[in-house]
């Protein structure tokens, strides 16, 4: 059971703050216990800035905490007090029957916020008997009425003050502080969607030409660059990446814009040649092969586009690994061992060995290996069976099926999804029979 509690909360955690990411509806409001508040109405002066350290104050009753850790959720530097002595970890604090936790993502670091107006992520969490809170975040604060908070993090030291209202007039307010070995992301990103986190950069260097790519998207591929939301993507001649200030100009060739994958209209680019009545500079110095560092301000139909970065970036050039000769079934992974290939007049047929003894076969026109995909519907004699199911569209199932064989190396490329229970991937060598 306790461990499902702690399951619970990490969970309420996360998913607020991809509530708040997303513009989530608001989760429907729990009522806190704990009756009447002897001490009134909303907090006037933050109680928390009063208090010791790892000390807490419930309805202005003053008592110490008496475990306090602090942990990483994603990106988000979080902190959990219980007033139970002795427990080692974050995980266990959040199995105790008592805790406060709370959580801010790396924008609010030492940022004094009121809980009711602010937009970044955060989350706070309350089991405290008398003062519940299911979950605080942004566009989830209907069990409270008022609230700040502060995180501070430095030399290691993590140290956090809140106050909190909740419905009803009771206050809690905390004053925790530990540890905690960790690399806060300092970088930032902001368009027409506010201030983000910045989460991924890439980088290609061409013809003495530099692009580079910014994204608060959590990816780590170039290629994935069109799964994310939206990212800005800055090119210029590689002489201008000194440390210097650029400011955007017909005088100086660069091309700078936005893409928006969710909502093309807001995608733009602006270029010397033409700069829509774009204003602002870039200053971008290159310190090592794929270490930058990138200020861009640049203001363009009304709205402020900005980069604060430092670090390393991603090469344009490196491939996403794309993982091969496995089999998924009923969420089951095993691997592909081998394949051979019986090569008839108009249909071949594929035999792919699973390393549990198993044998997938597959069968398809014989101009259906030229990697292309191709569905159930477009001919009867592709199928793939498996584990005594034969997919195909006289069975009623859905697929894709790509296969490509290259007789000059003797070599197969083949994958199918039926996009429910079975998935595989095959690429290598493959035996002939004639």
């Not at 619970?8 to 009447?36: H, K, N, R």
């Not at 427990?87 to 030492?110: D, H, Q, R, T």
């Not at 089991?127 to 030399?155: H, K």
């Amino acid at each position: 059971m306790a461990m499902k509690r702690y399951t619970y909360y990490i969970l309420v955690a996360l998913c607020s703050l991809t509530l708040a990411a997303c513009g989530g509806d608001d989760d429907a409001p729990i009522t806190p216990g704990g009756g009447d508040n002897p001490g009134g109405g909303v907090v006037e002066t933050p109680v928390a800035a009063n208090l010791d350290v790892n000390s807490y104050a419930l309805a202005g009753e003053v008592a110490a905490f008496g475990s306090v850790k602090a942990m990483m959720v994603g990106e988000n530097l979080s902190i959990v007090a219980t007033p139970q002595a002795g427990i080692a970890s974050a995980e266990e604090i959040l199995e105790c029957g008592e805790f406060v936790y709370g959580a801010v993502n790396p924008l609010l670091i030492g940022k004094e916020f009121d809980l009711m107006t602010e937009q970044s992520l955060y989350t706070f969490i309350s089991t405290m008997v008398g003062a519940e809170l299911e979950s605080v975040a942004p566009g989830l604060t209907d069990e409270i009425e008022a609230g700040t908070a502060l995180f501070t993090y430095q030399n290691s030291v993590l140290n956090v003050k809140a106050d909190l209202t909740l419905v009803g007039g009771v206050t809690l307010s905390f004053h925790a502080e530990t540890t905690i070995e960790t690399v806060i992301n300092e970088n930032v990103i902001s368009s027409i969607y506010g201030e983000k986190p910045l989460r991924a950069a890439f980088y290609l260097e061409e013809d003495g030409v530099t692009y580079l790519y910014f994204t608060p998207a959590g990816i780590s591929y170039f290629e994935e660059l069109s799964i994310a939301t939206w990212y800005l993507y800055l090119v210029a001649d590689s002489s201008l990446l000194n440390g210097e200030q650029v400011n955007i100009s017909a005088d100086v060739p660069f091309i700078f814009g936005m893409v928006d994958n969710f909502d093309d209209s807001n995608s733009f680019e602006i270029t010397n040649d033409d700069l829509h009545g774009a204003s602002g500079m870039f200053n971008i110095k290159r310190n090592g092969e794929g270490d930058y560092t990138a200020i861009i301000n640049i203001t363009y139909g009304g709205a402020a586009f900005n980069v604060a970065f430092t670090g390393e970036c991603v090469s344009a050039n490196v491939q996403m690994p794309v993982e091969q000769n496995y089999v998924v079934y009923e969420g089951e992974k095993l691997n592909l061992n081998g394949a051979s290939l019986t090569k008839a007049e108009s249909v071949w047929r594929v035999e792919l060995d699973v390393d549990n003894g198993t044998t997938i076969v597959a069968t398809a026109p014989a101009t259906f290996f030229d990697g292309n995909a191709r569905g159930f519907s477009q001919s009867a004699d592709l199928t793939v069976s498996y584990e005594g199911v034969t997919y195909s569209k006289a069975n009623g199932y859905s697929g894709t099926f790509t296969a490509l064989y290259d007789e000059s190396g003797s070599t197969l490329s083949l994958s199918f999804t039926n996009y429910d229970n079975l998935e595989l991937s095959y690429a290598g060598s493959v035996t002939i029979n004639e």
